[in-house]
């Protein structure tokens, strides 16, 4: 079984699905602004309004279907709109400057997640160890114990107690290795599902 320890880069919270949903949000964001700033600028608008008869030159003033009174129409519209197009601008600005936020509080979740994970499996760790050297002594004990009881210098109760204290720090260290596999679970879906 293979753990992350300390020095992992952030990066690897790039595969969660949610800041991969923040880091397009902030994509779309950002093309909302471009596109926003372009309908602010003239534009000649090719469209079929107006027809072969616009070509005629005897057409060429008579509007609203001439060739110049679409021209005009779609250079001047941006002109006409300036205050409308330039508030769609500057919330489109702002709407970038959210997802930015959006993004960079998801990143800064993330990584909180990865490293308490990473925490806690380092103490659970340090906790197992412990409990092993725990077992390791009780086990001990209840061998004095029965030498003890064999030579007449204990009863049989002292027997059963150093017992039942080895079975209760083996049920102990049990737990503690559920409660690892457990970190390390959350430590998989805090990364997005994995590290590889």
């Not at 969660?16 to 397009?24: C, G, L």
């Not at 060739?67 to 702002?94: D, H, M, W």
């Not at 049989?156 to 102990?172: G, K, R």
């Amino acid at each position: 079984m293979r753990i992350l320890t300390t020095g992992v880069p952030a990066a690897v919270v790039s595969r969660r699905p949610d800041i991969k949903m923040f880091e397009y949000d902030l994509a779309a964001a950002n093309a909302r602004v471009g596109v926003t700033k372009a309908q602010m600028y003239p534009a000649l608008n090719i469209t079929a309004s107006g027809g072969l008869n616009s070509f005629k030159s005897d057409n060429w003033f008579n509007m609203p279907s001439s060739l110049f009174g679409i021209v005009a129409g779609s250079v001047a519209q941006p002109l006409l709109n300036n205050k409308r197009l330039r508030t769609q601008y500057e919330v489109a600005k702002v709407e970038r400057e959210k997802a930015v936020l959006a993004f960079r509080q998801g990143v800064l979740v993330a990584v909180s997640e990865v490293s308490d994970a990473l925490v806690k499996i380092e103490k659970l760790k340090e906790e197992q160890q412990f409990a092993e050297q725990r077992v390791a002594s009780l086990q001990r004990a209840t061998g004095n114990a029965d030498k003890l009881f064999n030579s007449g210098m204990a009863n049989y109760l002292e027997v059963i107690t150093a017992q039942s204290n080895v079975l209760q720090s083996e049920l102990d260290l049990a737990a503690l290795k559920r409660d690892q596999l457990s970190a390390l679970a959350e430590l998989y879906k805090a990364l997005g599902g994995g590290w590889k």
